[in-house]
């Protein structure tokens, strides 16, 4: 993505939606995630992180049920890809993996087809403002942004089943979800406010 689109971008979040964020319907996710859909369908997703809002020990080891690409509009991102591979001998097994249907309380049903796992680190890459990777659905990873970091998604539905992703969380603990749920006022306005009050970098003499 060039250099002056994400510039844009930035500028239309940090001036339009960060200023007047009641507009919007926000979600706040066990990741530490305020999240808000740009455009009527849905493809497009602004995440603003906050780790004060992380749902304590969440299993953040994840894929998707939709490839996406990720531009970091303010701070930063690491991402951490992972090969699950099948343990092949005895203690080589390091998560659980399995399947849930994402959304609101997935804990009703909880982690289905639940297996063992060796999850091998492939690349572990960080990402700084005005750039941007792709993922695919099947990738496994987890994601470490730096407080106040704000990123657009741009969801790519590439499979009929719009809902199902892999959870994955470490051998012999207890899976904690990550759902969704809708974030208050305060929550709102506390989160963007301090992710407007923060330096933009892709901003011409803000901060």
């Given amino acids: 993505m060039s250099s002056l689109v994400a510039e844009a971008l930035a500028r239309l979040v940090h001036d339009d939606v960060l200023v007047a964020p009641s507009r919007y319907e926000w979600t706040l996710q066990g990741f530490g995630m ?7 369908d849905r493809r497009l997703r602004l995440h603003i992180w906050d780790s004060r ?4 020990n969440v299993s953040d080891v994840h894929d998707h049920p939709w490839d996406f690409e990720s531009l970091v509009l303010r701070g930063s991102i ?11 001998f005895r203690g080589e097994a390091t998560h659980h ?24 680190k492939q690349s572990d890459q960080t990402y700084q403002a005005g750039e941007s990777y792709f993922m695919k659905n099947v990738e ?3 994601s470490v942004p730096e407080d106040g970091t704000v990123t657009v998604c ?3 539905f590439v499979n ?11 051998l ?11 974030a208050t006022p305060e929550e709102v306005r506390e989160i963007t406010r301090g992710a407007r009050l923060r330096e933009w970098s892709l901003l011409k003499g803000d901060s």
Wanted: glycine share 8%.
């Fill in 97 to 120: 993996l399995g399947r849930i249907v994402c959304g609101p309380s997935p804990s009703v049903r909880g982690p289905q087809d639940v297996e063992p796992v060796w999850l091998f």
């Fill in 78 to 88: 690491r991402n951490v890809r992972y090969d699950a591979r099948q343990p092949t």
């Fill in 34 to 40: 305020l999240r808000t859909y740009l455009g009527e």
């Fill in 140 to 142: 496994v990873h987890s």
């Fill in 154 to 156: 741009r969801r790519k």
């Fill in 160 to 170: 009929k089943d719009t809902e199902t992703a892999r959870v994955g969380w470490l």
């Fill in 172 to 182: 012999g603990e207890e899976w904690v979800s990550a759902e969704p749920r809708a």
């Fill in 53 to 56: 809002f992380r749902t304590e």
